[in-house]
């Protein structure tokens, strides 16, 4: 019996230090690849190296978070394909179930402590009187973020106060197990809430920004014409000179029907459509999906997102199509992750924080990473209410209050699926416009 338990430890043993691994490996993976970005946008001027690697780890957090629900998912039809394969036995729930509560620790340290402490030691000078240098303005980036640390609990107490009365005042010196998960619920409410603005817009703007990267085909076009007249107009130009806006204007023209010309003519009359195509089909998955989950709402307790203990892997999947659904799903998740980056980022509210190469500031990286750290640690949970999956979130993803409210989810789907669908009408309707105006006007 004693030899059995000796075993049994073991093997817990060898498992944990296994997971480990897993995934200390996994973060050093994201965070090269998270240094190698942020070194592709940062000003070298302002930048040290303890201030760069906060951002760093912030960003690889909220990489790990966008790929939690696709590893998952893809984990559980590994299982599924290979149940029985020696080499797939390191692939478990609690190896799962492990990494989404890392998440949701990092996520926490990231967003409470570490980038609020990056913004005000970039911005901090020290106290007046005290000796100018580093540890001054590390006293003074404490002091401000103590500060900063009792305002937010206060007014996370005072809001849970108001809501539930008796919990609050029973749990006044609970900071752990109350204040934290309650703080980071209100940050995934504003991030899911984000996403919800974000991702319609980002929808239908991603067929013009996939457009601007494509050649366009052009109805009734001769090319060897619209080549020779833009020749003559740049000469024309050049000589004068009267205006270098114009001048400049014209040669981007140039340019682009020079590449338009350079490109064989599968990539300038088939790549478009197929990619428009792609785009167009991506949307519209999504959008069903939605409205069956709306469904599934009115008829099915189910359908409602909680949280799980235990994935229980490699039992079923988590699609009524099996692999291939479950497939759908990831390349869905993902594409929502995206067109929500490029709806965040055309916003006019969130313009100034698009990064330009070798051009942008500290502040620009702090905010950039705060701001896809909240959309990216938002996306499981946006993904489950929007019904992508039925993966049920795990550990401390599942214990959001408000998930629990059966008209504030109702509603998030039916706004969700109203929004873009007139989003898309309005883009596919304008660009044919365009198109049959520029072929036949």
């Known amino acids: ?68 629900l696709p590893i998952s998912i893809l984990s559980n039809e590994v299982l599924l394909t290979f149940p029985h394969s020696y080499y797939m036995q390191w692939l478990n729930g609690s190896l799962i179930r492990g990494l989404w509560n890392l998440v ?14 990056a913004y005000f030691f970039t911005e901090s000078e020290g106290f007046a009187g005290s000796k100018k240098g580093i540890m001054a303005r590390v006293y003074e980036t404490a002091v401000m973020l103590l500060l900063l640390s009792l305002l937010v609990l206060g007014i996370v107490w005072v809001a849970s106060a108001l809501i539930h009365h008796n919990t609050a005042r029973e749990s006044l010196y609970d900071l752990w197990e109350y204040y934290l998960p309650h703080l980071y619920s209100g940050i ?54 009267k205006t270098i806006k114009n001048y400049s204007c014209f040669i981007l023209v140039s340019s682009v029907i020079e590449l338009r010309k350079k490109a064989s003519p599968w990539q300038r009359n088939l790549g478009y459509p197929v990619a428009m ?68 980022y055309s916003s006019p509210l969130f313009t100034g924080l698009l990064p330009r190469a070798q051009d942008t500031t500290l502040t620009q990286i702090i905010g950039n990473c705060v701001s896809l750290l909240i959309l990216s640690s938002a996306l499981p949970v ?51 416009q365009r198109e049959l105006i520029r072929a036949f006007g």
């Open 277 to 344: 195509l792609l785009l167009l089909a991506l949307t519209a998955v999504s959008v069903l999906m939605v409205c069956f989950h709306v469904l599934e709402l009115l008829f099915d307790e189910s359908a409602m997102p909680r949280g799980m203990e235990d994935p229980h892997l490699g039992l079923a999947s988590f699609s009524m199509f099996g692999s291939l659904g479950a497939a759908v799903q990831v390349v869905i998740i993902l594409y929502l992750m995206v067109s929500s980056v490029v709806g965040f």
């Open 188 to 241: 995934s409410l504003f991030g899911v809430l984000l996403l919800l603005l974000c991702t319609p817009f980002g929808l239908s703007r991603m067929f013009s920004v996939t457009g601007s990267l494509l050649v366009k085909p052009r109805l009734l076009e001769n090319l060897e014409e619209t080549m020779n007249c833009t020749a003559f107009e740049e000469a024309s130009l050049s000589r004068k000179l």
């Open 382 to 432: 946006f993904s489950r209410t929007l019904g992508i999956t039925r993966f049920d979130l795990l550990g401390d993803f599942g214990r959001y209050n408000w998930l629990g409210s059966f008209h504030l989810v109702f509603l998030y789907n039916m706004l969700f699926a109203g929004l873009t669908s007139a989003c898309l009408i309005n883009t596919v309707t304008w660009a044919l």
């Open 104 to 117: 949701f620790l990092f996520s926490n340290l990231s967003l409470v402590f570490l980038m609020p402490f």
């Open 1 to 68: 019996m004693e030899t059995e338990d000796v075993t049994v430890r073991e093997q817990l043993f060898h498992d944990r230090v296994r997971e480990t691994i897993i995934c200390v490996l996994l973060f050093i993976c994201l965070y090269i690849l998270s240094h190698f970005i942020l070194t592709h946008f940062k000003k070298n001027a302002e930048f040290v190296t303890g201030k760069l690697w906060l951002c760093t780890f912030t960003l690889s957090v909220a990489v790990c978070a966008v790929l939690l």
